[in-house]
């Protein structure tokens, strides 16, 4: 049934982030046939706007989805977000500011640009550029099943209404680049801000009223927690268990060091006007974590509200069916704009990353060697749409499902990318070739480990579970698949490096020297503030 109230609201808000799309051209104004100017935004970002870039980036409206929908379907596992989430930032304040410095002084825009100059390979440079593509598109398209999910809880079916929202994100990525997400980012952020507090004040309060509690917020989530059965509410100490602490450890340092090697990570961190504005960002992040998990909240509140699997989405309609069951019209229209919003953002700079690695380590590398500037940053606005529409696709021709299924393979295989682009931030005593054959090895090994886990009660099914239940010295060890087939990447580059490099296989010129990975430079405080 149609909730016109909700989707007029939703529609408003929709309208308003789209004008502030094309607005963004002309934000920072640059030469947007340069492809540094629009697909890293010049490099003039400050902390504030990296600070919303990067939380844009990052939280995405698969976030606002699946996370509780994880809560929600299998319980405290699912939490395992918060701890990724801080591990991460650690690691992200050591790499990225001497990524960034050894980019600015080339003129690198994407991680296999860095990989080529440092490993002399134009080979390894391309598996990581094919690798960042192929991870990335599934991604897009789970941001663009928030978006359908939120549509279909105001009553909008069908293909269409995502259509219209993909044109209009295609058209002003087009026109603005980077700039377009950068700047709804900071629109993004306060509707989520307000969506998050007002819900875990108001959910709990109809909770508690609607369970014969006193109608206040303590008792609301002293009701949530009593409810919740305790299979959920806790990790099984068994490590043959899919939610076990084995699970949950695994999943949470894995997903942590995979998520800065995504393109539209590294794409928001090269868009930085200094390394220290990164390390800045790298301790001020970990305040979405908090955000992040409230938002895990949500899986309980609705399993507690009653709030039942969608036969289309599953488990993902938890925080759409809870906001439905609880708030009026108007803040339903609200929310959902919200976590639609959130989905615009990600998926604007998914696509840019994903169009500057074909553009420059695949179209220019082997197509066009002499490309003008102007001719790479058309292409590139092309390719994002290609890219945006390869992600529709997806998700029109299959069920939400196996797309969801699907994008559990972005870890695995953004993931061994790792060894490549980290250590060779530190050293280049890795072999480019002990480096390829690690990277095919984890890249084979995680793709078959995520085939043959089967989804939960079908039989016969594949690519049901990031868990890999791993059979060792008469255990079993249910673990992250991206880590394990990580190990396996990791333990033959070494090997292999030590072979090679005592046969003397030659490894190529190094184009960077140790001075490129320092960002001693001052940055303008007047320009700093002005971020």
């Known amino acids: 049934m149609l909730n016109s109230t909700a989707l007029i609201v939703f529609i408003v808000l929709f309208a308003f982030v789209t004008v502030l799309g094309f607005i963004a051209a002309h934000w920072r104004r640059g030469d947007l046939n340069l492809l540094h100017e629009w697909g890293l935004g010049g490099r003039r970002f400050g902390t504030i706007v990296t600070w919303f870039l990067l939380g844009g980036d990052l939280y995405t409206a698969y976030t606002f989805i699946a996370v509780p929908a994880l809560v929600?379907?299998?319980?405290?596992?699912?939490?395992?977000?918060?701890?990724?989430?801080?591990?991460?930032?650690?690691?992200?304040?050591?790499?990225?500011?001497?990524?960034?410095?050894?980019?600015?002084?080339?003129?690198?825009?994407?991680?296999?640009?860095?990989?080529?100059?440092?490993?002399?390979?134009?080979?390894?440079?391309?598996?990581?550029?094919?690798?960042?593509?192929?991870?990335?598109?599934?991604?897009?398209?789970?941001?663009?099943?928030?978006?359908?999910?939120?549509?279909?809880?105001?009553?909008?079916?069908?293909?269409?209404?995502?259509?219209?929202?993909?044109?209009?994100?295609?058209?002003?990525?087009?026109?603005?680049?980077?700039?377009?997400?950068?700047?709804?980012?900071?629109?993004?952020?306060?509707?989520?801000?307000?969506?998050?507090?007002?819900?875990?004040?108001?959910v709990p309060i109809y909770i508690s009223s609607h369970t014969g509690g006193s109608g206040n917020v303590l008792d609301g989530y002293k009701v949530i927690f009593s409810k919740v059965p305790p299979a959920k509410l806790f990790l099984s100490s068994s490590s043959s268990s899919a939610v076990g602490y084995l699970a949950f450890s695994t999943l949470a340092l894995g997903s942590a060091l995979a998520l800065f090697m995504y393109p539209h990570s590294i794409t928001g961190v090269l868009a930085s006007n200094s390394g220290r504005v990164i390390r800045r960002n790298a301790a001020l992040l970990p305040a979405y974590s908090f955000i992040l998990g409230l938002i895990a909240l949500f899986g309980f509140m609705a399993l507690v509200a009653g709030v039942k699997p969608n036969k289309a989405f599953g488990a993902q309609w938890a925080v759409p069916g809870l906001f439905v069951q609880v708030f009026p019209s108007w803040f339903q229209g609200f929310g959902f704009a919200a976590i639609a919003i959130g989905a615009l953002v990600p998926a604007s700079i998914m696509s840019i990353a994903a169009a500057n690695l074909f553009t420059r380590n695949i179209y220019k590398e082997y197509f066009r060697p002499n490309a003008s500037d102007r001719e790479e940053a058309t292409t590139s606005k092309l390719v994002s749409l290609l890219v945006k529409a390869g992600a529709l696709l997806f998700i029109i021709l299959l069920p939400a499902t196996y797309a969801i299924n699907f994008q559990l393979l972005g870890g695995v295989w953004i993931l061994q990318t790792f060894p490549a682009i980290v250590f060779g931030l530190y050293t280049r005593w890795f072999h480019r070739w002990a480096l390829i054959i690690g990277w095919l090895v984890g890249m084979a090994s995680g793709t078959w480990m995520a085939y043959v886990t089967p989804q939960k009660g079908v039989p016969n099914s594949h690519f049901g579970s990031s868990t890999y239940m791993l059979h060792l010295f008469g255990h079993v060890f249910a673990g992250y698949a991206a880590l394990y087939a990580f190990i396996l990447n990791v333990a033959l580059a070494i090997v292999l490096s030590l072979v090679f490099n005592l046969v003397h296989l030659p490894a190529g010129k190094d184009q960077t020297a140790d001075a490129d990975f320092t960002d001693e430079a001052p940055v303008p405080v007047v320009a700093e503030a002005a971020s």
């Open 72 to 202: 929600f379907g299998a319980g405290a596992i699912g939490f395992f977000a918060m701890p990724y989430t801080i591990v991460v930032y650690p690691l992200v304040f050591l790499f990225m500011p001497r990524l960034w410095a050894v980019c600015r002084k080339h003129g690198y825009v994407t991680p296999s640009d860095f990989v080529r100059g440092r490993y002399d390979s134009h080979l390894l440079a391309l598996l990581v550029a094919l690798t960042g593509i192929l991870a990335t598109m599934p991604y897009i398209a789970l941001q663009l099943v928030g978006i359908e999910v939120v549509l279909a809880a105001m009553g909008i079916t069908g293909d269409w209404p995502l259509i219209i929202a993909f044109v209009i994100l295609a058209a002003y990525t087009y026109f603005s680049g980077l700039r377009a997400p950068a700047l709804i980012a900071l629109v993004k952020d306060a509707l989520i801000y307000i969506t998050v507090i007002v819900a875990i004040i108001a």
